[in-house]
């Protein structure tokens, strides 16, 4: 049997640049059939480029890639799907003002036509089927697709991914769009596809997930191939260290216990009403990291939303520093508040334009008090604070749709740190960080909290509310349904025990 053969996938010295970016040089990998390949490096380290070139939406410059022991060239998404390889990716990854049932067959709709009319009614009977095999159905085919939240259009991309019974399923650091629900279900078809005998390839920064989730991973680092490893070779503290080159030291997350927290609020909701949030009541004080959790749908993100004025309370009121109403994003920018979304793309960044336009862009007002805007002031915040979050690129006038998913992510949090707000509001910060900047940026919550800045922390990862917060409120169905303060005895299962 040639060598290929024993896999159902293999490139071998693949190469892609980007004018003076080397995304991946020489980059050699494998994939069994019925196994789970983990795919790490830190940001910008080249696994988007790698999967998006595996899953036909870009070429690469040179190398080969074989499937079935054939080679393969896909020349773009579809003849890639043909093939049965299909990816879900990192950003948003579904078509706005169509349907569901068209996002799910978007690109194959002659499936569903006849003499040039499209048949809708058979078009959304097959859309059921495929979210059936998935196990969704709150989500349905005729549904908008703006109506969904980030989390639920995410499904749909794992419904049309999945449609087509993929040899190899690509899945690009997806399980931070999700849910601790929507997790278990994307690990529960991951482990259901692997054992009827297809690959599957997960990205992910979470080495915890990785070690749990795959049988065996390959570390990125530069662009280069830096190890293989077996799953009874997994070690957390061996695998950040080969992704980073260097031992990661200190701690990740604060170690006090027992803080005070101020008696001063600095930003409230009462009895609000608005999107999923039912009858909010919430207090956030002086110098405070308030942790926000709960399951998908507990209307966590909203939260954020209402805080921020992005969205209007059908009833009660948000206020600041208990007198002032929030009455728009704008005014909350203008009066100290600052917001990272966690819809990044789509809420947070102008991706057509530079790193400087987008970290500079809440800060406008204060680098032009008195005349016209000064380049050398802007260049300055820029670079500063692109520095402070480690962004990837050669430099602060690279246009942000050229940046990895990680490194969006840090100018989204360096636009809102250079801003200096007083009152952070963070919806899933790290989402997308790779280990050794996320360190970095616990750090800075910390160094925030510690001017007197208050900070409201939505998260998704348990882990993080414990490690960070002051306090953790949880909800359920869109109201406050338990609440903790800061202390060693708190584990991940009793705020569980408060979200369902
Ligand atoms: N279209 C593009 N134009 C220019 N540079 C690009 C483009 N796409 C990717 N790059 C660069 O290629 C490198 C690898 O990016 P890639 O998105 O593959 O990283 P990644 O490992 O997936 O990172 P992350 O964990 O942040 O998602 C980065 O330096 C990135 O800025």
């Known amino acids: 049997m040639a060598e290929q053969e024993k896999y159902l996938f293999r490139a071998e010295k693949i190469c892609k640049s980007f004018g003076t970016v080397h995304a991946l040089k020489e980059f050699d990998i494998t994939i069994k059939a019925g196994e789970i390949r983990g795919l790490v490096g830190e940001n910008g380290s080249g696994k988007s480029t790698f999967s998006s070139i595996v899953a036909g939406i870009q070429k690469h410059d040179s190398g080969k890639m074989y499937l079935d022991g054939q080679p393969y060239e896909p020349t773009g998404t579809v003849d890639a799907i043909n093939h049965g390889v299909s990816m879900v990716v990192q950003e948003q990854g579904t078509i706005s003002k169509i349907s569901v049932a068209a996002n799910i067959f978007f690109g194959k709709e002659e499936k569903f036509a006849k003499g040039g009319v499209l048949n809708v009614k058979e078009m959304n009977r097959e859309a059921a089927k495929a979210l059936q095999n998935i196990y969704v159905d709150n989500i349905k085919p005729e549904m908008m697709i703006d109506q969904l939240s980030f989390e639920d259009r995410k499904l749909v991309e794992l419904a049309r991914a999945l449609y087509t019974s993929p040899k190899i399923w690509i899945i690009d650091e997806t399980t931070t769009a999700l849910s601790v629900a929507g997790r278990e279900l994307l690990y529960k078809l991951m482990k259901e596809k692997r054992d009827e005998g297809k690959a599957i390839l997960f990205i992910s920064h979470d080495i915890e997930e990785i070690m749990d989730k795959c049988d065996s991973l390959t570390v990125l680092r530069d662009g280069l191939f830096i190890a293989n490893l077996q799953k009874e070779e997994f070690n957390a503290d061996k695998i950040r260290q080969l992704l980073i080159g260097r031992e990661l030291s200190g701690h990740y997350y604060r170690d006090d216990t027992g803080v ?8 409230e909701a009462k009895n609000v009403i608005a999107g999923s949030v039912q009858n909010l009541t919430l207090q956030l004080h002086k110098g405070e990291i308030l942790g926000i959790g709960g399951l998908s749908d ?26 002032e109403p ?163 005895g708190l584990t991940e299962a009793k705020l569980i025990q408060k979200m369902i």
């Open 260 to 267: 005070e927290i101020s008696k001063q609020v600095v930003l």
């Open 298 to 323: 507990c209307g966590m993100h909203d939260v954020g939303k209402v805080l921020f004025g992005l969205l209007k309370p059908e009833t009660g009121e948000v206020l600041k520093d208990q007198k």
């Open 326 to 488: 929030v009455k728009s994003a704008s005014w909350a920018v203008r009066h100290g508040i600052g917001y990272v979304s966690k819809n990044r793309d789509q809420e947070s960044l102008m991706l057509i334009s530079s790193i400087a336009d987008n970290i500079c862009l809440p800060s406008l007002k204060d680098l032009t008090p008195f005349g016209p805007i000064s380049d050398r002031k802007q260049k300055q915040l820029a670079e500063k604070w692109s520095e402070r979050m480690e962004v990837k690129a050669d430099s602060v006038k690279v246009f942000c749709n050229t940046l990895s998913g990680g490194n969006k992510q840090k100018v989204v949090l360096a636009k809102w740190l250079g801003k200096g707000s007083d009152i952070m509001i963070l919806d899933c910060p790290t989402r997308g960080i790779d280990v050794g900047t996320k360190a970095a940026i616990y750090q800075l919550i910390m160094q925030m909290k510690e001017e007197g800045k208050s900070i409201l922390l939505i998260s998704e990862e348990l882990q993080e509310l414990i490690g960070m917060s002051d306090r953790i409120v949880l909800l359920r169905d869109g109201a406050v349904s338990g609440e903790f303060l800061r202390n060693e």
